[in-house]
């Protein structure tokens, strides 16, 4: 099975994938097209975090893209395409970009976005629903989808729990490119890192998790904090405790403690 997982991600046209140091690098490669968003591509990236996801040579995604831009969006033969398409063929598409979104955002392991250029409409989707996001100072971002009478649906589930409604509302409904600048006041992205440094930054940091925190902790914290807001509150406080609970029996746990009992640093990969 995972050979077969092998081969298929090396069969990919438009994303690499490939394992250093704990660190699993997801590649946008369609820098002719600014990495543009199409149908194939969708594809390919959900095939390439579903193998992260269970490749044990990989405790953190680092999503990233080759070429000046980030992701520019939809591609524009793509959307050309859609003109063509009925109510029934676009549901289908629209619920294809929701799964990879979806995916994105429930991945049992830590995603950080590695931002080197522009992050527009679904490609701004793509940067900002990561866990983590690291930009340039000459990237700018936006969803731009109301200026052509399109609707930024899927992304505005994720924006709200994110950043808020005013925020979202702002982003939303007026379409505006912003700078880094602004995307960090509004908490879209978590730090500005100049461009010479960004790679190495990006590296310094997944290492840090990797070595600094339990695979473990991460994933059930990353699918804790996901899940509480749509609980009310005394549902939302039993599932925290049995959380707690279930994690004070784990063997990780024992060996964090004993490492802290000890006085001893504790190294997880």
Known sequence: ?????????????????????????????????????????????????????????????VLRAEGPAFC?????????????????????????LMQLFHQ????????????????????????????FSFAVPEAKFGYTEVKIGFLPAIVSVFLLRKIGEARTKQLLLTGDVISAEKAA?????NEIVPADQLAEHVYRFARRLCVENSGQSME?????IGRIPELPL????????????????????????EAFLSKEKITWN
């Open 104 to 131: 994105i955002y429930t991945l049992k392991k830590v995603v950080i976005a590695q931002v080197q250029g522009h992050a527009l409409a679904g490609g701004c989707g793509l940067a900002t629903l990561c866990d």
């Open 1 to 61: 099975m995972e050979d077969m997982a092998t081969q298929e991600l090396e069969a990919l046209q438009y994303i690499r994938y490939e394992a250093h140091e704990a660190i699993g690098y997801i590649t946008l490669n369609r820098p002719e097209k600014r990495n543009a968003l199409s149908s194939e591509l969708v594809s390919e990236l959900k095939q390439a975090f579903e193998f992260a996801e269970n490749d044990p040579a990989c405790k953190v995604v």
């Open 220 to 224: 059930i914290t990353k699918e804790m």
């Open 185 to 189: 006041a509004f908490n879209l992205i």
């Open 234 to 257: 005394e549902e939302s406080l039993r599932y925290a405790a049995r959380l707690n609970a279930e994690a004070r029996g784990s063997e990780d746990c024992r060996r964090g403690i």
């Open 72 to 96: 520019a969006g939809a591609d524009l033969a793509y959307i050309q395409e859609l003109q063509s398409f009925g109510y029934t063929d676009n549901l289908a598409d629209s619920t294809h």
